[in-house]
């Protein structure tokens, strides 16, 4: 169990352009969340799949973002046209997804910088 | 709409000794999950501890306890024989009818040598 990846961990793009990360969970973790976070602020949800369902997502999710898991294993997240209030970092979470309980186990987030 | 309130954007505490950070949510759910998160400095987030809402003893892990006040809407952390390594970002979150996790802003924790 090498934990929740998440490359890459540094992304500096210029408005306008499109950036795609990417996030591996824990190996056998059936759900993976996408959250925002803006320095000051806690995470926001941004959407969940399990497997490769997406299940929920937020009003937060534009349409410039976009978000697949196409074998319910790893995931990406794609955001077009960046702007500047793109800039965030953002985490990947995975869990188990048998129980309500389970725990949201977090990945070290991706920090975009929008110039 | 559900909201999660940390009122303390920063504490501090003296190594060896004990702080209690507060939360308090808004909700109408009757079942939901509460939960506190440690993020280090660029580092990842880790769970703390977590409490069900329909268990009225208050949820422990080690050096970790919580104060659940379900009529309040109250879920402060305690931590005791504070540790260096306790030093971090503290989020307290809530969880109910849905996958999401619902974060509020954070308190800063300090700790002293």
């Known amino acids: 169990d090498t934990g929740v990846s998440q490359n890459p961990r540094h992304k500096i793009t210029k408005r306008g352009q499109n950036v795609t990360f990417r996030c591996d969970p824990i190996?056998?973790?059936?759900?993976l969340y996408w959250y925002r976070q803006t320095l000051g602020q806690g995470p926001e949800f941004l959407t969940y799949?399990?497997?490769?369902?997406?299940?929920?997502k937020s009003r937060l999710l534009s349409d410039r973002f976009s978000a697949e898991r196409p074998k319910g294993s790893f995931s990406t997240l794609e955001i077009q046209r960046t702007e500047q209030g793109d800039s965030a970092m953002y985490l990947c979470?995975?869990?188990?997804?048998?129980?309500?309980?389970?725990?949201?186990?977090f990945g070290p987030g991706t920090r975009l910088t929008v110039l | 709409a559900q909201t999660v309130t940390q009122s303390q954007p920063e504490m501090s505490v003296q190594e060896a000794e004990t702080v209690t950070l507060s939360c308090t949510y808004d909700?109408?759910?009757?079942?939901?999950?509460l939960f506190w998160y440690k993020q280090p400095p660029s580092r990842q987030m880790i769970l703390v501890i977590r409490?069900?809402?329909?268990?009225?003893q208050n949820a422990t892990e080690n050096r970790f306890s919580v104060n659940f006040q379900k009529a309040a809407k109250s879920f402060s952390l305690k931590i005791s024989d504070s540790q260096l390594g306790d030093a971090a970002m503290y989020f307290c979150?809530?969880?109910?009818?849905?996958?999401?996790?619902?974060f509020g802003k954070g308190t800063k924790l300090t700790v002293n040598p």
């Open positions: 409490q069900e809402a329909y268990k009225q």
């Open positions: 190996s056998e973790h059936n759900r």
């Open positions: 979470a995975s869990s188990y997804g048998q129980q309500s309980t389970d725990t949201q186990y």
């Open positions: 979150a809530y969880r109910a009818g849905s996958e999401k996790l619902v």
């Open positions: 799949f399990q497997n490769e369902a997406q299940l929920e």
């Open positions: 909700t109408s759910e009757s079942d939901y999950y």
